[in-house]
């Protein structure tokens, strides 16, 4: 196995350290945070679509299913319902529990807007991440910008399409 020497991200470059995405979801908050908590929903925006195992507590573990790209034991970091959700994600250490040392911190906020949500996801902690060299083109900060794009139009179809 190869490893970048250095980190992936460029610690001169703030831009490169933090993906942040920004949606309006036609929604009440109490549903989007379901969607981004609950088992039976994310697993299916963000798994293989079936429930998806959660243990919602700081330090809890909520296993991600990310089909070809891998399984993932995040690390549940902040729970406050329904407003704020983060864990530690390992996406360049498949079948790793997420640590400080080998994660990236990903972090959703839900903001009641008119009688939608508004919902911003953010990633941070490329700069100093280290990712293996085979890992790169599914964890690197490229691969996630890109990645978040798609998931946060996912998050807001699923949301959407749910019964009141």
Do not use: C
Request: proline share 9%; aromatic share 10%; no cysteine.
């Amino acid at each position: 196995m190869t490893m970048h020497s250095e980190p992936t991200g460029h610690p001169d470059d703030p831009e490169r350290n933090r993906i942040e995405r920004e949606i309006t979801i036609d929604a009440p908050v109490e549903r989007v945070w379901a969607v981004l908590t609950e088992p039976e929903h994310v697993g299916s925006w963000f798994g293989q679509g079936a429930p998806t195992p959660v243990d919602l507590r700081p330090g809890g573990i909520m296993h991600l299913d990310h089909g070809q790209y891998g399984q993932f034991d995040t690390t549940i970091v902040t729970v406050e319902p329904p407003h704020r959700f983060s864990y530690r994600w390992a996406s360049g250490y498949p079948g790793q529990v997420a640590t400080e040392d080998n994660s990236t911190l990903v972090e959703f906020t839900l903001t009641p807007e008119g009688g939608g949500t508004r919902l911003r996801v953010t990633e941070t902690g490329f700069a100093s991440l280290v990712i293996p060299e085979e890992r790169v083109p599914f964890a690197s900060y490229e691969s996630h910008s890109e990645g978040w794009t798609g998931k946060a139009k996912d998050i807001k179809q699923y949301a959407e399409r749910l019964a009141a």
